[in-house]
């Protein structure tokens, strides 16, 4: 192996450490195997919940080996998977290794950690296609240090606003500009339509293990 290859792998190792200190840090444990549980089953759960495009998104903003942890047994064929809070629960602690009634103190910790180290707005337009049950468990409810939720609320309601104004542009092109070439209002066929609707007059969107 090259030592250009080796400063690669070394760099993706302590990048995907780093990110799992900065958990263990907000946790308040110094035992990365736990911290690294808890990680993997919030990663785990949060993609399940989350359609193929939205997920695959977000993937791209984590480290090399964390992201390979995060589609570990990824299914993509069989996701979003509709569960709701209680589900969640139940699918966090079991992966976790922790109690359900844990889940909603950990969660909302491991979302503060890795919305410090991920690129600013890419977790809250993730968050923003869960359920808002789930969403409540996974960011404590939107309350995070130095936020109140209805800046997370406010955060939220602007990306779907930007995706309503990207269907809204792509609709409008794909009017004025559709397959066959014709224009969108000027061809024979709106013509003809506008004729029938008025008449004879003719008016007219890492490599750790447990």
């Known amino acids: 192996m090259t030592s250009t290859k080796s400063d690669v792998f070394d760099r993706a190792t ?8 900065a958990v263990a840090a907000e946790l308040g444990t110094s035992d990365t195997h736990a911290a690294y549980r808890i990680l993997r089953a919030w990663m785990h759960t949060f993609r399940d919940r989350l359609p193929v495009d939205k997920s695959a998104d977000f993937a791209a ?12 047994g990824w299914r993509p064929g069989h996701v979003p998977v509709k569960f709701g809070a209680e589900e969640y629960r139940r699918r966090f602690a079991e992966e976790a290794g922790i109690t359900t009634a844990e889940v909603a103190e950990v969660a909302p910790v491991v979302t503060g950690a890795l919305r410090g180290q991920l690129a600013t707005g890419q977790l809250d337009r993730a968050l923003a296609q869960l359920p808002s049950a789930v969403r409540g468990l996974v960011d404590g409810d939107g309350r ?24 809204v542009k792509t609709l409008t092109h794909s009017l004025q500009h559709p397959p066959d070439g014709r224009d969108g209002g000027t061809g024979p066929a709106p013509k003809a339509a506008a004729a029938r609707t008025a008449g004879p007059s003719g008016s007219s969107p890492l490599g750790w293990t447990d």
Request: no cysteine; proline share 2%; hydrophobic share 45%.
């Open 14 to 21: 302590r990048t995907s450490h780093a990110w799992l200190d």
């Open 61 to 72: 903003g984590l480290p090399e080996l964390l992201r390979g942890v995060y589609f570990e």
């Open 144 to 167: 995070t240090a130095g936020d109140g939720g209805r800046d997370a609320w406010i955060r939220a309601l602007d990306v779907q606003m930007e995706e309503l104004v990207t269907a």
